[in-house]
């Protein structure tokens, strides 16, 4: 039912974690760049469902590797090779996401009651950025969040604030020029190369 949060959830976490299951162990990683990326957001976004919607309290998506690799390591053998890895690096993963996801939680929650509350349906992309940049939540779960709220999110203003925190860490990073080193210099005395050996 697209009206039921739960059913949704369960649906989203049982895609989410046959994905990420088969992924890793292909030999995909949980990263932040290129397909690790998309791999992490996948499991944020399980994580988010099970923890708003399904009241998790601990890590959950690692025990579902179990189940995963015993209904479809018949068709696909090659799960059966290290499920503990893959449940031990997704287990890794949920455990830092969710130091952050509470508050993160939290915090879209009091956004959510203060859009509200000033007669506004729009998050704005300062807030959704804190979210990202502060909480780890990413754009795509705070629309989602959103969307349950019967709100939007301000996406190009998110996008200019994404681009302000880039700019402004170039230009705090240190820049060290190298300057050739101008006249003669003296040659370099290699002749005990050649010579005999001394101790």
Do not use: C, W
């Not at 995963?68 to 503990?84: D, Q, S, Y």
């Not at 754009?139 to 996406?155: P, S, Y």
């Amino acid at each position: 039912k697209l009206t039921d949060l739960k059913d949704i959830a369960y649906r989203v976490i049982a895609d989410h974690i046959r994905t990420l299951t088969f992924a890793l162990t292909d030999g995909a990683t949980i990263g932040n760049e290129g397909r690790n990326y998309v791999l992490k957001r996948i499991l944020r976004r399980a994580e988010r469902y099970g923890r708003q919607v399904l009241g998790t309290r601990q890590p959950f998506l690692a025990e579902l590797v179990g189940p995963v690799v015993e209904n479809m390591g018949g068709a696909f053998p090659e799960l059966r090779k290290n499920p503990g890895r893959v449940a031990a690096e997704i287990e890794d993963e949920e455990k830092q996401f969710i130091r952050t996801l509470d508050k993160g939680i939290k915090l879209f929650a009091e956004v959510a009651d203060r859009v509200s509350k000033g007669g506004s349906k729009v998050v704005s992309g300062e807030d959704a950025f804190t979210l990202h940049d502060t909480y780890g939540i990413y754009l795509d779960i705070t629309q989602q969040m959103a969307d349950e709220a019967g709100l939007t999110v301000d996406v190009p203003g998110y996008d200019a604030a994404m681009k302000a925190a880039k700019d402004k860490a170039r230009a705090g990073q240190k820049r060290i020029v190298v300057e050739a080193i101008k006249g003669d210099l003296p040659r370099t005395d290699d002749s005990f190369k050649y010579g005999p050996l001394t101790f």
